[in-house]
């Protein structure tokens, strides 16, 4: 039944395969199911509700993937999106949390139901440059996710950051997981990420440096508070608008870079870069932001994370099935769970950067038209903290420098007109008072 529904043998993996890959995604993103709640909690919503909403809908927006998209791409409430919801909407603006999920509810409607394929044209009017520089970005900001939890690297107030302390056993022990990992990924040694990870938290647990679980299991209890909270009435106000707005344009384009990065990770884009069933891809994110929505929580969007599952060889949606029911069983692991340190899973993520990064060579540096936008898109994924950034800036970049050069017959009509709105959007934003 498996290889019928997933086509496993067709794709060259295996049960026991996905079924690797489907915990390595998992373990390199439970960490959502902890940091969201408390980024919630600062707009006044309750913590245990949020955890509740969390894991259940990036369990049902990761099946959706799996059984209806079938990438082995896993969903969560996105970071970022989620400060924004709290610190942005709620503080900033001053509104209810309840009027920011309807917003959030609205938005992932309104991605659900784009008509006309609107979605995979946008995926496909990017040029193949900029999808290529999408995944190296991606790599490079999955690396600087690795080495910030690790605390091999560290913020600085005059150098922006430095170097860690070297002397702090945890940032010793993920160095240590990251040489593990390449080491037993060059031997080809069959779960080779899930194995660092496994090794570095042993290592944290023995050593003394992250305490070992008190408990293993806990009974959940379902959403109370912020099931079916959202407040629609008082959400038709033009203040409210630009949020809604704010919410699509980076839900879509966290979702498209995550595809294009990862799927070619993956080995699932075309000749012209493209993603084939893509369109499902995006279904299965809108689905999971519209039901996470339903149950209190903000956006749901595409993990990178996810790209720790490909490299471990998944596939197929059987890795994303797996993935999903992890964050259910979470429900009743959480304290298990709660004990892997980060320091665990930052090795996995530095060396799913560092494969990612491969795709820098594909790249045409000695045209400037093309290298230069594609630098850009890399570069601002991890020195803005965004995959939507960096995807904005290289298209802006892409179309001003081709029109600037003399050959705007290189300009998609459907980029240049993104060009424009992005520039609008950004104007918007920068008029728009900070958050405080």
Not at 68 to 84: D, Q
Not at 258 to 270: E, N, P, Y
Request: aromatic share 8%; net charge negative.
């Amino acid at each position: 039944m498996l290889e019928r529904w997933f086509q496993l043998r067709q794709r060259g993996t295996t049960v026991a395969t996905e079924v690797r890959a489907g915990a390595a995604t998992f373990l390199t993103m439970a960490y959502i199911l902890f940091v969201n709640p408390q980024i919630l909690s600062q707009a006044g919503m309750p913590a245990e509700d949020v955890a509740v909403a969390t894991a259940l809908s990036a369990c049902v927006a990761t099946l959706v993937m799996g059984l209806w998209a079938g990438f082995p791409f896993a969903l969560a409430p996105g970071m970022g999106l989620n400060a924004y919801f709290a610190f942005g909407v709620v503080k900033g603006m001053g509104v209810s949390w309840q009027v920011a999920l309807a917003a959030v509810f609205v938005e992932g409607l309104i991605f659900l139901f784009l008509i006309g394929g609107v979605r995979t044209r946008l995926l496909a009017a990017i040029p193949a440059p900029l999808k290529v520089a999408t995944m190296a970005g991606i790599g490079l900001f999955l690396a600087v996710i690795g080495l910030q939890n690790a605390g091999l690297v560290v913020d600085d107030p005059a150098t922006l950051v430095r170097l860690g302390d070297l002397g702090e056993p945890a940032a010793l022990l993920a160095l240590g997981g990251v040489l593990l990992t390449a080491a037993l990924l060059a031997r080809r040694v069959p779960g080779a990420i899930l194995l660092g990870i496994a090794a570095v938290t042993g290592a944290a647990w023995l050593s003394g440096v992250a305490a070992p679980p008190a408990a293993v299991f806990s009974l959940p209890s379902l959403p109370r508070q912020t099931f079916l909270a959202f407040d629609l009435q008082h959400l038709a106000t033009w203040r409210i608008v630009p949020v809604v707005l704010a919410f699509l344009f980076v839900d879509v384009f966290d979702t498209a870079g995550t595809l294009i990065g990862v799927g070619r990770l993956a080995g699932f884009t075309d000749e012209d870069e493209n993603l084939p069933g893509a369109e499902r891809a995006f279904t299965a994110d809108a689905v999971g932001t519209t039901v996470g929505a339903l149950l209190g929580t903000s956006t749901v969007t595409t993990y990178v994370e996810s790209g720790a599952g490909v490299e471990e060889g998944g596939r197929t949606g059987l890795t994303a099935v797996v993935t999903a029911l992890l964050f259910l069983l979470a429900l009743f692991f959480v304290p298990l769970l709660a004990a892997v340190p980060p320091a665990a899973t930052a090795p996995a993520l530095v060396v799913v950067g560092a494969m990612m990064m491969s795709a820098a060579r594909d790249l045409d540096w000695a045209r400037p038209d093309e290298g230069i936008p594609a630098f850009l898109t890399v570069a601002a994924m991890p020195f803005t903290y965004s995959i939507a950034n960096g995807i904005c800036l290289g298209v802006v970049s892409w179309v001003v420098v081709k029109v600037l050069a003399g050959k705007p017959r290189e300009v998609h009509p459907l980029m240049a007109v993104l060009a424009v709105l992005l520039v609008v959007f950004y104007g918007w934003l920068a008029l728009t008072p900070p958050a405080g």
